[in-house]
């Protein structure tokens, strides 16, 4: 799984960054349950023909934990072949980025802002 590395910005505000490729298509998922402002950017490094999706899940465990795709504030699926972002609609107990068609030498970059709304 590739990894997510979490950086803490400015305003109590965090960035999540997953690095996807062919070989390596599913997002370590994260756990931010609190943060019910999000918004997710798929940036195709190389797109080779993948389709990236972000899933979320309400199970406790995410290891064993059946994810769904997440959607805009339109009710449209997250989910692109070129670059591009969306805020998420939902607020999941677990979030991960995915290539549900890995491609051919694909390389994607995934961003994910998150800040908490809970005071």
Do not use: Y
Not at 16 to 33: C, F, Q
Not at 62 to 80: E, H, M, R, V, Y
Not at 103 to 117: K, Y
Request: net charge negative.
């Amino acid at each position: 799984m590739a990894e997510a590395i979490k950086t803490q910005q400015a305003g109590g505000t965090f960035m999540h960054d997953w690095s996807l490729t062919t070989a390596d298509a599913t997002g370590t998922s994260i756990s931010i349950p609190g943060a019910s402002d999000r918004t997710v950017q798929f940036i195709a490094d190389t797109a080779g023909a993948a389709t990236a999706i972000l899933e979320g899940s309400l199970d406790a465990d995410p290891t064993t934990g059946t994810f769904f795709t997440l959607t805009d504030g339109q009710g449209n699926a997250i989910s692109f072949t070129a670059s591009g972002g969306e805020m998420v609609a939902e607020n999941v107990l677990h979030l991960r980025p995915r290539l549900s068609t890995a491609g051919s030498g694909a390389l994607w970059s995934v961003r994910l802002f998150s800040r908490s709304t809970m005071r």
